[in-house]
């Protein structure tokens, strides 16, 4: 059996999309979490509990992105795991420390302030390796016959940790405008707070990052600066700018919905430009969604289960949203 | 630190400490799901308070196991690619589909319903809320599926072409990938295993209770529900392991010889050896203590049949001996005690003395963590057994791993090491002491219960009328 360029393609989006769904989900769980020394007593439980029925649904759309990659593309999971072997370690036991934090708070007041520490440090550490892994990916990691061949510490340098810091600046912001969203009171005010800093910050990481990457390589230069293709990617930084500015009127007018709506567009826009600059590669410059597709069989049987299942969960997924609908609060305890 | 050792048993350790570790968890949550459907399921049909005590109580302790299996279980589905990528980019296109397909129709179930049938009893219908268990348990058992097609398939590989590239490819029919001879043998085993040791911790829990006060009525439905799992599920479990036994004989026949010692062929009958030191350097049992031709009758069904022995296995094929042998003599060894536990309620059942009878009552308490015990025996077993290969007989456990330097390695395991005493230790110790503490007479709801959830944390439905905290 041979590989199959459509199917390919197609998985590649597929996988794209979990990770996006990871991304915008887990981030604002993470970025929750993040913020949780800017809380305090009450307000931290309506922050934990506004995220506890879901936080576990969002953390599997990494296990898809993980899974579907090495079912996909394996070669691209074999190369990309161990290049960035002491991140992704160092992401699972952080994901470990915050997802047991959820529970094991609860079970022992003396041990309350520990567990909370374990959910900041947990959150922090997972979106600090997440961030990096992205930098390591975009600056190139070496690869020679099927095979990763750098060292393991390859992936630190400067672009890595400005990545590593975007992105918990970036989950730091959904997660602001989350609580915005779902608590009022205190809490919300405090949200309203985090979520100016956190925006500034957010925005001029995605201009840092940006030019950064625009220098890292002349492909990625290519992509956004040449003509014609300047034509095409043109919208991706105009509409970032739009949406900067939406947000900072929305925060203004203290609006509820729309800061979290227009910080997932900023996710958005910037997945989308991230996906200029890598397309068609899956190991960025090294090696394409084509070479390391698994066989059309494999490929087109997961397809019928992706196809089947994908409307399912999301149609669960959103009931559940729903049946949690509404502000988080202590009612009948003021 | 670590230059001097070899990354690949590092990389084995690790994995063989995780996935152990994990193990632990989704053996107790899938039993523990089934548990609170029938629970839930009986309280709906009853409208006896007991059921709905013991629903809300375990409930706390399956949310507990839960988390701790989903965070170990994370760690496992990347560490196929962190340490051994060369196996994921070989049998990726094999195993690869059968594992998404556990994500897209176990995971996301799981998840996806969890966060009802934790908190959202007072948001939704009951029937939606028994609904949600229904799928929390439904998605357990779909998980144990898919996961074990997958280890089967390393077991006993079928349905496959090897590439240019040595890659496995799907070939024929993907009904041969996902039940593969082993599949229906070890599905079953594994997942009556998992029922087994829920209630043996349910049947501990009661039992200490029991020892307290005897006319506890939580306890006592508990202890009657477990005594029953155990002594109807045991016999079972005893044949399902012999029919399992069986097929590996046919398919791994060195991981049973290793099992059972036979390190020397017996042409007129093999003698069944109870115990004994396995010498794998000189190929022979010291002090073994043997029966004569019970060995052939347990394997073959048959007094006299002949057994081949490891002497007919090359030697760099064969599997570490010594800890196969063991492993499966601790698992079988813990069987026989599950099932005389069984036999013994069952007496004290028939004599009206279940929940009177302290001896039983500590015998039942001290075989709480035997299940436990015997999941992570039966899995070394088979697990070493397939040594030395990932994937039996085509692709070498040594062939497999990451090229990672063992510094990489060696600082990864010790920090999963300490992390998982660390954080998992706290887990068992706080589900031990909600144990301790028992069933209420009325227990509360867990969105409700002030310690567990404070004050009314999992909001009703938004009420914009509702005064803002003072």
Known sequence: MSPDPTLATIWAFLIAFAVFAYIVMDGFDLGIGILFPAFEGEERDNAMNSIAPVWDGNETWLVLGGGGLMAAFPLAYAIIMPALYPLIIAMLLALIFRGVAFEFRWRDPGHRKWWDRAFTIGSFTAALSQGIALGALLQGIAVTDRAYSGGWYDWASWFSILTGLSVVAGYALLGACWLIWRTDGTTQGHAYRLAARFGALTIAAIVLVSFATLTLSGNYFARWLTWPAILWVAPVPVLVAAIVVAFVLALRRKAEIAPFLLALGLFFLSFTGLGINIFPYIVPLRVTIWEAAAPGGSLGFMLVGAGIMIPIILTYTGWAYWVFRGKVAGEGYH | ?470
């Open chain 2, 1 to 470: 630190m670590f230059e001097g050792f070899d990354p690949v048993i590092l990389a084995r350790i690790q994995f063989a400490f995780t996935v152990s570790f994990h193990f632990i968890f989704p053996s107790f949550s899938i039993g523990l799901a089934s548990y609170l459907m029938v629970l839930e399921g009986l309280w709906l049909r009853t409208g006896r308070e007991t059921f709905i005590n013991l629903y809300r109580f375990w409930l706390k302790i399956f949310a507990i196991t839960f988390a701790m299996g989903v965070v170990s279980g994370i760690v496992l589905s990347y560490q196929f690619g962190t340490n051994w990528s060369v196996f994921s980019d070989k049998a990726g296109p094999v195993i690869g589909p059968l594992m998404a397909y556990e994500v897209l129709t176990a995971f996301f179930l799981e998840a996806g319903f969890l966060g009802v049938m934790l908190f959202g009893a007072s948001r939704v219908s009951k029937g939606m809320h028994f609904g949600a268990t229904c799928m929390v348990a439904l998605g357990t058992f779909i998980s144990a599926f898919w996961i074990l097609s997958a280890n089967s398939w390393m077991q006993t590989p079928a349905g496959y072409a090897i590439n240019a590239q040595g890659q496995f490819m799907p070939a024929g029919s993907w009904i041969d990938v996902i039940f593969n001879p082993s599949f229906p043998y070890r599905l079953v085993h594994t997942v009556i295993a998992a029922y087994l040791t829920t209630a043996l911790a349910v049947g501990s829990s009661a039992a200490w209770h029991l020892l307290r006060d005897k006319d506890d009525p939580n306890a006592r439905t508990m202890f009657s529900m477990a005594m029953w799992m155990a002594a109807l599920v045991t016999p079972v479990q005893i044949l399902a392991g012999d029919q399992h036994g069986l097929n590996t004989l046919e398919y791994q026949p060195q991981k049973v010889l290793a099992m059972e010692g036979h390190f020397d062929s017996h042409p007129h009958g093999a003698p069944l050896i109870l115990v004994g030191l396995p010498n794998q350097k000189e190929k022979r049992v010291d002090y073994a203590v043997e029966i004569p031709k019970l060995g052939s009758l347990i394997l073959k069904h048959d007094l006299n049949a002949p057994v081949a022995g490891l002497d007919t296995i090359p030697d760099d094929r064969e599997p570490p001996v010594a800890i196969i042998f063991w492993s499966f003599r601790v698992m079988v060894g813990l069987g026989v005690l599950m099932l005389t536990l069984g036999l013994w309620s069952l007496w004290a059942r028939f004599r009206g003395k279940l929940y009177d009878w302290p001896l039983l009552h500590r015998f039942a308490l001290v075989m709480g963590p035997s299940g436990f015990v015997a999941v992570i025996a039966g899995w070394v077993t088979t697990e070493c057994g397939r040594q030395p290969y990932t994937v039996y007989n085509l692709l070498r456990t040594t062939d497999s791993a990451s090229p990672l330097a063992a510094p990489a390695v060696g600082t990864s395991l010790l920090v999963f090491v300490l992390v998982y005493c660390f954080v998992f230790g706290f887990g068992v110790w706080y589900i031990l002491k909600l144990i301790a503490k028992g069933v209420e007479r009325h227990e509360p709801p867990l969105e409700e219960s002030a310690p567990i959830r404070t004050a009314g944390i999992v909001p009703g439905p938004y009420q914009p009328e509702v005064e803002k905290a003072p």
